[in-house]
């Protein structure tokens, strides 16, 4: 077995995977067994390349700042793994003296990590792999939540409130803020957070687990225009007809990564068309997983935790597993971290379930409100109107 460990970074960025590095390293450096600490510079393009960098003697002052900066300190990719580049990876591993490697990313890297496992065990070569679950779409399988999730959710529920007020104070149009999410709606059914009672928070909400109906949706908007002048929709950029095709066509596509046309402003314009009313498009992107202002505390330290638990369990012998949560109690929140076989998780995609979704496919139900909410890390901006 290496005494050396690596850690490598693949998919979209979140505000916390640094935070998961950081658990990482803390926990490396307790081990005095482990020599060199080691990151593929980018992804796995830079494993493939020799491109490491060694993090063994970062100063802490730096290590700290990992807590607060969003995306990767070390880089990440969406690259695609031959079968002939398994057998390459673990030939490097190898000549760096690596024995132990952990993966940060969401569905795509689980299986990479679940089949890079399988290549060491096939060629019985002595490397322990782990992986550390990072999305912001909250559609790893297996965990009742994934760090990175509970910083988007907050972003999306402050911002969508945020909006709900400028809109409430100058109520002469329909908004349409659109929320990331391919297949699943984790991140656009947290804006219904933005709910304080007050009347700010979105009218209506559409998640892509529900086939989405242009004529309906204007049903909606004119039923709610009938008593109110200004409104709020939430709609997931992965929104798809009852045949499954996406409601506006894709801007690019190459494999699991997709970039979406504009639905937001597809969803105003025809509001426009339909209703002659005055509608406009929001879509906050990436701003959505950048945004360390309003970075969740609880996904901050849970995402801490995933990497020191990673760690643990990977120098300790333990191989093919991905850290997982387990919410063992509502109120209070707690969550109790656990080991599941990569197998249970590899490009096994987590949607919303049906009873967080209301009857009428454009809201969702209490019982999601309150699985969330304690995600987010406290409270969202006190807000008052007089209108």
């Not at 398994?86 to 490097?92: A, F, I, P, R, T």
């Not at 992965?238 to 990564?257: H, M, S, T, Y």
């Not at 597809?266 to 990436?286: F, M, Q, S, T």
Request: hydrophobic letters at 40%; a negative charge; glycine letters at 10%.
């Amino acid at each position: 077995m290496g005494d050396n460990i690596l850690i490598v970074h693949g998919g979209g960025p979140t505000a916390v995977m640094n935070a998961s590095l950081y658990g990482t390293l803390k926990e490396a450096k307790k081990h005095p067994q482990i020599h060199k600490i080691y990151a593929a510079k980018n992804g796995i393009g830079g494993l493939l390349s020799g491109n490491l960098i060694d993090m063994s003697n970062i100063p802490e002052e730096n290590l700290e700042r990992l807590l607060y900066t969003p995306g990767s300190a070390v880089g990440t990719s969406r690259e695609h793994l031959e079968p002939a580049e398994y057998d390459e990876m673990s030939e490097l591993l190898k000549k760096k003296n690596i024995g132990y490697v952990l993966f940060t990313g969401g569905n795509g890297t689980m299986d990479t990590c679940g089949r890079f496992y399988k290549r060491c065990l096939a060629q019985k070569a002595n490397i322990n792999v782990i992986g550390i679950p990072k999305t912001i779409d909250n559609d790893i399988a297996a965990t009742d939540h994934s760090p990175g999730y509970g910083s988007a959710a907050r972003y999306i529920a402050q911002s969508v409130k945020e909006v709900c007020a400028d809109v409430k104070g100058l109520p002469i149009h329909v908004v349409i803020i659109e929320a990331s999410g391919r297949n699943a709606g984790w991140i656009t059914a947290a804006s219904a957070l933005a709910r304080d009672g007050n009347g700010l928070g979105p009218d209506l909400i559409y998640l892509p687990e529900r086939p989405f109906e242009e004529e309906k949706f204007i049903r909606d908007v004119q039923k709610l225009l009938r008593t109110k002048t200004g409104i709020v929709v939430v709609v997931s950029e992965g929104l798809k007809d009852k045949n499954k095709v996406p409601i506006v066509d894709p801007v690019f596509e190459d494999g699991r990564a997709v970039y979406f046309g504009d639905v937001s402003s597809h969803l105003a314009n025809l509001v426009i068309r339909k209703l002659g009313y005055k509608a406009r498009g929001e879509k906050p992107g990436l701003l959505g997983r950048a945004s360390v202002l309003l970075q969740s505390s609880v996904d901050r330290e849970e995402a801490q935790m995933a990497g020191e638990e990673a760690c643990r369990a990977v120098i300790n012998g333990i191989s093919g597993k991905m850290v997982a949560f387990r919410r063992a109690s509502v109120n209070p929140y707690e969550i109790s971290p656990f080991l599941v076989d990569i197998d249970k998780v590899m490009l096994c995609e987590r949607v919303m379930p049906e009873e967080y979704i209301n009857a009428e496919g454009n809201g969702v139900t209490e019982a999601f409100t309150e699985w969330c909410r304690p995600l987010i890390g406290g409270n969202l901006t006190e807000m008052v109107s007089f209108n």
